[in-house]
């Protein structure tokens, strides 16, 4: 099995900036892909961003493409996402997630999730 354990979230003005990490642990591959994906108050969980765990492309959704940065390692098997000039409209519960082969946009697509970490931008 695959554990996703996620750390960074927290209360950040707006215009400031937050670093995600998502470690992995348990048996995988370097074939797996990594994403990120939010879920607001009263809205779907939607994408967020996309990394390739064994190369080196990286997507993204419009919302967030120039101020969050995805990135990995795969020494330590860890996904980060770095966020700058973060608006009260980023507020979310902030999930990683992970699958074998290419990476994905579609949630549902993905294998394992982790337990998710709160994200709060005040204005």
């Known amino acids: 099995q695959v554990q996703l354990l996620e750390s960074g979230g927290g209360l950040v003005q707006a215009g400031g900036s937050l670093r995600l990490s998502c470690a992995a642990s348990?048996?995988?591959?370097?074939?797996?892909?990594m994403g990120w994906f939010r879920q607001a108050p009263g809205k779907e969980r939607e994408f967020v961003a996309a990394?390739?765990?064994?190369?080196?492309?990286?997507h993204y959704a419009d919302s967030v493409k120039g101020r969050f940065t995805i990135s990995r390692d795969n020494a330590k098997n860890t996904l980060y996402l770095q966020m700058n000039s973060l608006k009260p409209e980023d507020t979310a519960v902030y999930y990683c997630?992970?699958?074998?082969?290419?990476?994905?946009?579609?949630?549902?697509?993905?294998?394992?999730w982790g337990q998710g970490t709160q994200v709060t931008v005040s204005s």
């Open positions: 348990g048996r995988t591959f370097s074939n797996y892909a």
């Open positions: 997630a992970s699958k074998p082969g290419g990476q994905s946009t579609s949630l549902r697509a993905y294998d394992y």
């Open positions: 990394d390739a765990w064994s190369g080196a492309y990286t």
